[in-house]
C-alpha cells in the first residue's frame, strides 16, 4: 500500500503540523516518504498546498493531476480548486470554513455556492465538517490541522495506535490533550465505511445523553 | 538513523558532518533554512551577511584561511555575488569551500527564471546538483573532499523542489578538521594580471583534470535497464523521469553536471537506439551533447520554461493524458497579500491617493503592486528601487510626484549605494524606508538594522537615519513616521516630495507577525452606521468584506491595527 496525500488550505492556517504529523505516522509504518512543501511568497494568505507521498519506494516530491488518493482542504474553496488533482475513487476530507480571497472582497468575483454538491455531482467521495467548530469545543482553534487527521484518519486506513503515537510525535507536551480531544472528536464525526458524516452538534447532544443515560444507570444501580 | 528532512535541512545536516567551520549567507527563498538549520549547531559559526557578494567573500577569506567553508543564496543572489565567484576559481581555497545556489524554476517566489548551471561554465567551477535530501547531505559531504583534493570551490546547485522537499536521510556524526595552515603566496592570492596571468593556466589543467575525474566520480550513476531509450538527467529532473518512465528507459544522472564527464555521456549515448536529455529550464546539458557530436533530443519535445513534473514528462514524451474530474466553475483565485496588521499596507493607500510614481523593491513591500493598492511602477532586482528612481527623475524631472519603495534589509543588502549616488551626484529624490525590523518575505531573518545576530546575540543595530545622515542626507529630510497614521505619513510625504533636496522617510513599525509585536483587540462596524460606501476596502485588508451592504471585520483575523477606523467617513468602526 502506498498513497499520494495533498494538505491544502490557505497560508498561515497551519498545514505545516499537519504534513509532520502524517511524515511521523508514515515512518512510523516503515514507508518511505517524500513531503513536498511551499514556502516564501505565497505563505502570505495565498493558496498553499503540500504534497505527502509514501509507499515501498517514492521517486517524485510531487503529486500531479489525477494522481491524489486523498486531499484535506483547510478551506472549502481550496477543496474545490484542487479537486482535478484527485485520483478517481479519491476522497476529499474538507473543513466547511470560507475565506474569501482578494477578489471576492474586492468584488471582482464571487464565492461559488453549493461546491461540496457539486464535487459529489462529479462523483468524489467528500468529507466535510466543521473542523473549526471541532477545534473550537476542543480547546482552540489552532487544533484545526489535528481535527482533520481525525476525520482522515478511517480514510487513511492506518492503524489508530500509530496515528496517536505520531500526533504525540509532533505536538508539544502541553498541548497534547487538546489535540486528541480534537483528533477524537474528528474521528467521530468522520466514522468508518462510509461518508456520512454526523455533525459536531449531533456527536455531542448523543454524547451528552449517554453521560446522561450513564448516570441514570449510575443511580439506579 | 534515518530522519525525514528538508533538502536544505540536509545541506546543513552535511555541512556539520563535513566539520565546516563558518557559513555567511543572505536569506532568499528557498535557500533560507540551509543557513537556519546550521545556526543551531554550536560547533558551526553562522552569519547573516548584508549581501551575497560580501557572504561569498567572508567565506573565500575563511577558505584562504585554512577552515572549511560555505555560503547560501538563491539564484538572483548570485548575480550580486558574481565577482568574487570568478575569482575564486583563480585563488583557489585552502580549506573546502562549497557554494550553495538554489534555483527556482516555476518563480515560487521570485523575479526571474536564470539557470544557475552558466555560472559554473563561465567562472569555469565544478557544479553538483543532487535529487533529493539524501543526495543533499550526501553530495555537501563529498563536495569538501573534492573541493580540497582540486583546490577549487563547488557550486552546489539546489531548486525549490530539493530544498522544500522532505525526504529520508541517514545521518552520521561530524568529522573535526583542524583548520589548515596559511601559507602566504601572493601569486595564488592576489589577483593582478602578472600572478593572474598564472592562475588562468592552472584554472584551465584542474578543469580538464575535473572532466576526467567526472567520468569515474561518486556524483554520477548510471542505470541501465536493457531498454531502447537512455535519458541523460539531472536533479529533480531525474526523479521525475524515474516516475514516468520507471524501468522502461535507462538513466545517466548526473550528479556533477559541469565540467561534463565526456567520455561517460558518449559511452552511455552509444548503447542506445534513442537518447534524450531531461533537464530543466536550459538545454545545458543538451548542447553540450550536440557540441561533442551526439545526436540527442530534449528541448524539441520539452519546454525552457517552468517546473517540470511526472506528468509533465508523461504527456510530452509518452502522449499520456492525465485522466481527472474538473469542475465547471470559476474558482477566484487567491493571490498572496499583506497580512493582517501589515505597517506596509497605509504607505500604499497613500502612493495610491497621491498619483505618485513608485519605485518598488523585493520584499513583502512588493505585494503594493497587487490590487487594490496597485501602488508599484517597477519592481527590477534588490536596491534598484533607489539607483533606479534616480535615473527616472534625471530624465523625466517628476521628484514632486515620485518615491522609491524599499526595506530595512533590502536598503542594507543594497539600496544604501544608490542613495550615495543621489546625495552624490545633485539628485533630489524622495526615498521610504519601510523598516519593520526583520527580513519579513524570506520568514523573519535578522539584518544590521535588528539588534540580533543569526544566533540570536544582540548586538548594536545600524541605525537607518545615521546611514541617510552619513549618506548626505540633511537632518530635517530625514523622517521618521508611524506607518499606521495615514495622516501623518501624508503630510510628511507631501512636504518631502515640495522639497528640492533628497529626503528619506523612515516608516518605523515592526512586522505584524513578530512574536514580540503586542496587538490591539480586534475592531468591529457599527452597522447602523456604516453607509457601505467601501472606503475601509481601498486598503486591501483581507479581513474585511462586504456583508448585506454593509462593512463587517473578521474578528478572528483582525489585529486591531487602527487603519481601517481612519478611513471611514462616519466613524462607524470601532
Redesign the interface.
Known amino acids: 500500500m502506498g498513497k499520494n496525500i495533498m494538505i491544502v488550505g490557505v497560508g498561515g492556517q497551519g498545514s505545516l503540523l499537519a504534513s509532520r504529523i502524517l511524515g511521523n505516522a508514515v515512518m512510523l509504518e516503515g514507508y518511505d516518504v517524500k513531503v513536498s512543501e511551499v514556502h516564501g511568497m505565497s505563505q502570505r494568505g495565498g493558496s498553499v498546498v503540500t504534497y505527502v507521498k509514501f509507499g515501498e519506494k517514492v521517486a517524485s516530491p510531487v503529486i500531479c493531476k489525477g494522481e491524489a488518493d486523498i486531499i484535506m482542504s483547510f478551506e472549502l474553496l481550496e477543496a474545490a480548486r484542487w479537486v482535478s488533482y484527485l485520483k478517481k475513487g479519491g476522497t476529499i476530507i474538507t473543513n466547511t470554513q470560507q475565506i474569501n480571497p482578494m477578489p471576492v472582497i474586492t468584488g471582482a468575483a464571487e464565492y461559488p455556492s453549493e461546491l461540496v454538491e457539486k464535487m459529489q455531482a462529479k462523483g468524489v467521495n467528500v468529507i466535510a465538517a466543521d473542523a473549526l467548530s471541532i477545534a473550537r469545543e476542543a480547546g482552540s482553534e489552532k487544533a484545526v490541522n489535528v481535527a482533520l487527521i481525525g476525520l482522515m484518519s478511517h480514510a487513511l486506513g492506518f492503524d489508530r495506535e500509530t496515528l496517536v503515537k505520531a500526533i504525540k510525535m509532533s505536538v508539544p507536551e502541553k498541548f497534547l490533550e487538546l489535540n486528541m480531544k480534537a483528533f477524537e472528536l474528528g474521528e467521530q464525526v468522520a466514522p468508518a465505511g462510509n461518508s456520512r458524516v454526523i455533525s459536531l452538534q449531533q456527536l455531542l447532544a448523543v454524547s451528552q445523553n449517554e453521560l446522561t443515560e450513564n448516570k441514570k444507570q449510575e443511580v439506579s444501580t | 538513523m ?1 530522519k ?1 528532512m ?1 533538502g536544505n535541512e540536509a545541506v546543513a545536516r552535511g555541512l556539520y558532518e563535513a566539520g565546516v567551520k563558518l557559513v555567511s549567507s543572505y536569506p532568499g ?2 535557500s ?2 540551509v543557513t537556519e538549520a546550521v545556526a543551531k549547531y554550536d560547533e558551526v559559526y553562522a552569519e547573516w551577511a548584508p549581501n551575497e557578494k560580501v557572504a561569498l567573500e567572508v567565506a573565500l577569506g575563511a577558505a584562504i584561511g585554512g577552515g572549511r567553508s560555505f555560503c547560501g543564496m538563491k539564484h538572483v543572489g548570485l548575480n550580486v555575488a558574481a565577482d568574487p565567484l570568478f575569482i575564486t576559481s583563480y585563488t583557489g581555497i585552502n580549506g573546502g569551500m562549497v557554494i550553495g545556489v538554489a534555483d527556482d524554476p516555476g518563480m ?2 521570485s523575479q526571474n527564471e536564470q539557470d544557475s548551471r552558466h555560472y559554473a561554465r563561465a567562472a569555469k567551477l565544478p557544479i553538483v546538483e543532487p535529487s ?1 535530501s539524501g543526495e543533499c547531505l550526501e553530495f555537501t559531504k563529498l563536495a569538501y573532499k573534492y573541493s580540497e583534493e582540486f583546490d577549487t570551490p563547488f557550486i552546489l546547485r539546489l531548486n525549490t ?1 530539493v530544498s ?5 536521510v541517514e545521518t552520521s556524526d561530524r568529522i573535526e578538521y583542524e583548520v589548515k595552515p596559511y601559507e602566504k603566496s601572493a601569486a595564488k592570492h592576489v589577483m593582478m594580471p602578472a600572478n593572474a596571468r598564472g592562475r588562468h593556466v592552472v584554472v584551465e589543467e584542474r578543469l580538464e583534470a575535473l572532466s576526467k575525474f567526472a567520468c569515474d566520480c561518486p556524483f554520477n550513476k548510471v542505470i541501465d535497464n536493457n531498454t531502447k531509450l537512455g535519458i541523460i538527467t539531472s536533479g ?1 529532473s531525474f ?2 523521469a ?2 514516468a518512465f520507471g524501468d522502461s528507459a535507462s538513466y545517466l544522472k548526473l550528479g556533477l553536471v559541469y565540467p561534463f564527464a565526456d567520455e561517460l555521456i558518449k559511452e552511455f549515448a552509444s548503447k542506445y537506439e534513442r537518447v534524450i536529455v531531461i533537464e530543466e529550464l536550459d538545454a545545458f546539458i543538451e548542447e553540450h551533447c550536440k557540441a561533442i557530436g551526439l545526436n540527442v533530443e530534449g528541448k524539441n519535445l520539452l519546454p525552457n520554461i517552468g517546473e517540470f ?4 514528462i508523461a504527456e510530452k514524451l509518452l502522449g499520456k493524458k ?6 465547471d ?11 493582517p496588521g501589515c505597517p506596509h499596507r497605509g504607505i500604499f493607500y497613500i502612493f495610491k491617493k497621491l498619483g505618485l510614481y513608485v519605485s518598488g523593491d523585493i520584499g ?1 513591500y512588493t ?1 503594493g503592486a ?3 493598492l496597485s501602488a508599484m511602477d517597477t519592481t527590477l532586482c534588490m536596491g534598484a528601487s533607489i539607483s533606479a528612481l534616480h535615473g527616472y527623475n534625471k530624465i523625466r524631472g517628476e521628484e514632486n510626484k515620485s518615491v522609491a519603495v524599499i526595506g530595512d534589509s533590502t536598503f542594507m543588502h543594497s539600496g544604501m549605494t544608490g542613495l550615495a549616488n543621489i546625495t552624490y551626484n545633485k539628485g533630489n529624490s524622495t526615498v521610504v524606508i519601510v523598516d519593520n525590523s526583520i527580513t519579513g ?3 523573519h531573518q535578522q539584518n544590521p538594522c535588528t539588534g540580533f545576530t543569526l544566533k540570536g546575540e544582540p548586538v548594536h543595530g545600524i541605525m537607518l537615519e545615521n546611514i541617510a545622515r552619513a549618506a548626505g542626507v540633511a537632518d530635517e529630510h530625514i523622517r521618521i513616521v508611524d506607518p499606521n497614521n495615514l495622516k501623518e505619513v501624508e503630510k510628511v510625504l507631501k512636504e518631502e516630495l515640495n522639497s528640492n533636496t533628497p529626503s528619506v522617510i523612515i516608516c518605523r513599525k515592526p512586522c505584524a507577525l513578530l512574536k514580540y509585536v503586542k496587538h490591539n483587540p480586534p475592531v468591529s462596524v457599527d452597522t447602523d452606521k456604516c453607509i457601505g460606501c467601501k472606503a475601509c ?1 481601498k486598503i ?1 485588508c ?1 479581513c ?3 456583508v448585506n451592504g454593509k462593512a463587517k471585520i473578521d474578528a ?1 483575523l483582525c489585529v486591531g491595527c487602527g487603519l481601517c477606523p481612519q478611513m471611514c467617513p462616519k466613524d462607524a468602526i470601532k
Open positions: 534515518k525525514l528538508l527563498t528557498p533560507t533554512e515560487h517566489s533529493d523542489r522544500h522537499s522532505q525526504s529520508l529533480p526523479v521525475y524515474l516516475e513534473s511526472q506528468e509533465l492525465a485522466e481527472f474530474v474538473s469542475l466553475e470559476n474558482i477566484p483565485v487567491r493571490p498572496p497579500v499583506l497580512c513583502c505585494l497587487a490590487a487594490p518575505m524570506t520568514g476596502m486591501g483581507p474585511i468584506s462586504i478572528t
